[in-house]
């Protein structure tokens, strides 16, 4: 009997796989690439980059958690000129598909990294609109207009398939994500981190230098599923890509169920950078067992009973 598909259609995307190295966690891919079998992903999203080089926030920027990390990295990167500069050579030789992530503090800066990302030959972006906007301070997926705002800067700048990846703090997320599909997105990503904090119980400091920072893991999931089912369940059609908290094949089997095509591997990473393999084969273990023979028969299902 043959095994069953793992073919994922993603808005105008085809994928081997519907799994996908989330952003920030396998730094610019080749580094990873190199001791992962990148075969087992359909995608690989390199860390997010800005216009202009950010140097991120002082140590300590990383935390344990009971279930889970704690990070106050703060998107440091070397600006899109020198990301471009070193990647160019590498995006086409890595044996999967490398998506670009763009972040900025301004809409027009949004699209200037986005379209040297496009030149530098990545198959689709992400808009990262989990930073706060320079202006007002308000991060960009807390607000409709504004998250809207970059994705349609991104939009009419390139012209591979565009994701928004949103915040699972975002007020109502269901509306953001209706914003962003009105402004040309191809997909969602639900969800990035949380925020959070930790504190020190021998000298009562906060274990990150800026207090409050991302959190991923296990402890993610249920939040961002959460968000994958409302916005599937209220914009049936949108393409979605679950991410959070995904450490098993059972993980992606109950995010596809929830609404979503494909499923972003993170925090894992960190602990086992080959986890692709492991989670790969427990994703086609659980097809077997349920009677399915692909992934695209499991989308949706939790959603439409």
Request: hydrophobic share 45%; with cysteine.
């Amino acid at each position: 009997m043959a095994p069953p598909s793992l073919r994922a259609r993603l808005g105008p995307l085809q994928l081997r796989s519907p799994l996908i190295a989330a952003s920030g966690t396998v730094g610019s891919v080749w580094e990873w690439a190199d001791v992962a079998d990148v075969s087992c992903y359909g995608a690989a999203v390199a860390k997010s980059v800005s216009p202009e080089p950010w140097e991120g926030r002082p140590a300590p920027r990383l935390a344990p958690t009971t279930a889970g990390m704690l990070n106050g990295i703060g998107i440091q990167n070397p600006g899109i000129d020198r990301w471009v500069e070193t990647m160019t050579p590498r995006v086409g030789s890595l044996g999967v598909q490398v998506w670009g992530s763009a972040v900025a503090t301004e809409v027009e800066g949004f699209a200037k990294v986005a379209l040297a990302l496009e030149g530098c030959g990545v198959t689709a972006l992400e808009v990262n609109l989990s930073c706060p906007n320079l202006e007002d301070g308000v991060m960009f997926s807390f607000s409709a207009g504004l998250a809207g705002e970059a994705v349609m800067a991104v939009r009419n700048a390139v012209s591979v398939p565009v994701g928004a990846k949103l915040s699972p703090n975002t007020p109502d997320i269901v509306e953001v994500a209706s914003a962003v599909r009105e402004a040309g997105a191809d997909f969602v990503v639900l969800t990035n981190t949380a925020l959070g904090t930790g504190i020190d119980v021998g000298t009562g400091a906060p274990l990150l230098s800026g207090a409050v920072g991302g959190y991923s893991g296990p402890g993610l999931k249920p939040v961002a599923l959460r968000c994958v089912y409302e916005v599937a369940r209220a914009l049936p059609g949108l393409p979605i890509v679950g991410c959070g908290g995904v450490t098993t094949g059972r993980d992606v089997i109950e995010y596809l169920m929830a609404g979503a095509s494909a499923v972003e591997l993170g925090t894992v990473h960190l602990a086992e950078p080959r986890a692709g393999k492991r989670i790969k084969d427990e994703l086609l273990a659980g097809l077997r067992r349920i009677g399915h023979t692909s992934v695209s028969d499991l989308v949706g299902t939790a959603v439409t009973r």
